[in-house]
């Protein structure tokens, strides 16, 4: 039966960019970055081997905050037009989100072992407020499951998806308002702390991350979408 | 191997991986909605037989 397929297809298909030609612009995408980390991006001549995290550790933070951003934007579109897919969007991209923070945490904790010999420092406030955002997000979740579907629900997660973005800037500039420098500096105000190969390497692995995670936001908009559909179709079948 | 290079590929086994279980679950979500649909969709024909069939005529009031 073509149906399913079909069905599938109808739903993911909210954009004028089509879900399969994503994943393969996503996947070339990736494929170029790894490439450039390991083969084409020079060693630094101060951290040696382990700078390449770095490359995806910085482009999935940086993913990260754009989800929540998005989040918010969502968010703000639930209680301004009162758009009915907002909801579902808004929470879609805290999920983008938090997933992606979970890697900048482990990619984060790998590069201190290395660098510091740590998994962790407390005296850091980019990682604990880091942190913060991140745990303020899996929070979201709490709040959201433990009301029932409807009006009510969708209005507080969007109010709290919200109040979650200030903290995005507050975690950006802690590293640069922070007294003792103990993580690395990357992007300052008068530009990035690097050139040639190392930022062409970084552009692409941010594209990429960026790319992949907006893939992933679709397919799983269109899974969830498509969920909601049969459930109410049930509903009038029964 | 150097502890460096080996600490390198593990964060980026670990985004990998991390990606993959996604998309797997994913996967298994979609292919859960397509039986879905297989199934509500074996359903819509047996209704409308069942309406096309004679019904009885009842007197009202």
């Known amino acids: 039966m073509s149906a399913p397929a079909a069905t599938i297809g109808a739903v993911g298909r909210t954009s004028r960019i089509t879900l399969p030609a994503l994943a393969a612009t996503s996947l070339v995408l990736v494929t170029t970055a790894i490439v450039f980390v390991f083969f084409v991006a020079p060693t630094d001549a101060n951290q040696g081997f382990s700078q390449r995290i770095f490359y995806f550790h910085v482009s999935i933070a940086i993913t990260a905050y754009a989800c ?31 997933i992606f923070g979970t890697l900048v945490l482990i990619t984060g904790s790998i590069w201190a072992k290395i660098s510091w010999g740590r998994w962790w420092l407390w005296s850091s406030d980019q990682l604990v407020l880091f942190l913060v955002l991140f745990l303020f997000y899996c929070a979201y979740f709490m709040l959201r499951f433990s009301l029932d579907p409807g009006p009510q629900r969708a209005n507080l997660s969007a109010v709290y998806a919200l109040f979650g973005v200030v903290l995005i800037p507050v975690s950006f500039a802690a590293i640069r308002l922070a007294k003792d420098i103990i993580h690395p500096v990357v992007f300052t105000l008068h530009g990035p702390n690097f050139g ?9 692995s941010q594209v990429a991350l ?26 009038v079948l029964a | 191997m150097t502890t460096a290079e080996k600490y390198v590929t593990a964060a ?22 397509e039986r879905e649909v297989d199934e509500l969709a074996d359903r819509v024909p047996a209704e409308d037989d069942a309406e096309e069939t004679p019904r009885e005529t009842a007197r009202v009031g």
């Open chain 1, 68 to 98: 929540f951003a998005g989040a918010a934007w969502q968010a703000f579109r639930l209680l301004w037009k009162r758009d009915p897919l907002a909801d579902l969007k808004s929470y879609v991209c805290v999920h983008q989100g938090v």
């Open chain 1, 196 to 204: 040639g190969w190392i930022l062409v390497t970084y552009c692409i």
């Open chain 1, 210 to 235: 960026l790319v992949l995670a907006y893939t992933l936001y679709r397919v799983e908009l269109a899974g969830k979408q498509l969920d909601g559909r049969i459930r109410e179709l049930r509903e």
């Open chain 2, 12 to 33: 980026y086994c670990v985004v990998f991986a991390v990606v993959l279980v996604y998309v797997l679950i994913m996967a298994l979500k979609l292919q859960r909605l």
